[in-house]
């Protein structure tokens, strides 16, 4: 069982158009990651959120993190084709615990 | 910063052949380290916690006795996958924890058995 869903699971925009990458959780986590992971790669680290209702901006990219731990978004504002790949959240319910992955949104940046 | 090199990058193997990845912290201890396995366009499935001096953690459905995780110091943790089998073609992928840091991630493993 995935204890975050990510949604949408496959995302194809234009170059310069505006992106909103959800997920949730009936589980609560103590801190969540965004990742980028380009194909043959491993995943990088874009974001750690730690505090309800924090908001972090990398760039184009501003991530938000729910008031109760819950559920985050990443929004990426003016998409770039470099901007193409597989994001992936991963959250852990304790600081020692083992991340979860969501499912991922694979993103297609068209120019 | 949080540094975790892996190797090989890919490799290709004969079926009933084993195969070894190793992943290593560079520039920070791990006692815990993670391995997973991805399939082309889906996310990383958890498939063992590699523990620093003992046995590892597998996930449910992954078997021990074919994917044997060694975790023998505190910057090197491995993974065999032994009498490799077509379907055990996969990326794999490791990842250790730095406290105050966040996870990292290898660089991933491309497995090919033929």
């Known amino acids: 069982t995935q204890l975050l869903e990510q949604s949408p699971q496959f995302l194809s925009i234009q170059e310069g158009e505006n992106l909103t990458v959800y997920c949730n959780s009936s589980?609560?986590?103590?801190?969540l990651q965004w990742y980028r992971q380009e194909p043959g790669e491993g995943p990088v680290l874009l974001v750690t959120v730690v505090t309800g209702g924090e908001v972090k901006k990398l760039k184009r990219l501003t991530f938000q993190f729910g008031d109760a731990r819950k559920d985050s978004s990443l929004h990426i504002t003016a998409a770039q084709p470099g901007d193409t790949g597989l994001y992936l959240c991963a959250g852990a319910p304790t600081n020692a615990g083992k991340s979860t992955f969501g499912d991922g949104t694979t993103l297609t940046v068209k120019p | 910063g949080a540094v975790v090199s892996q190797h090989p990058s890919w490799v290709i193997c004969k079926s009933g052949t084993s195969v070894k990845i190793e992943c290593r912290s560079l520039d920070f201890q791990a006692t815990t380290m993670f391995w997973y396995r991805q399939f082309p366009k889906q996310s990383l499935m958890l498939m063992a916690t590699s523990n620093e001096g003992s046995k590892a953690t597998y996930e449910q459905g992954v078997e021990k006795d074919k994917f044997l995780i060694n975790h023998a110091s505190l910057t090197l943790s491995t993974l065999t996958v032994t009498s490799a089998h077509p379907e055990d073609s996969s990326f794999y992928i490791c990842?250790?924890?730095?406290?105050?840091?966040?996870?990292?991630f290898g660089s991933g493993t491309r497995l090919t058995v033929v």
């Open positions: 589980s609560v986590f103590s801190s």
């Open positions: 990842s250790a924890r730095k406290p105050s840091y966040g996870y990292t």
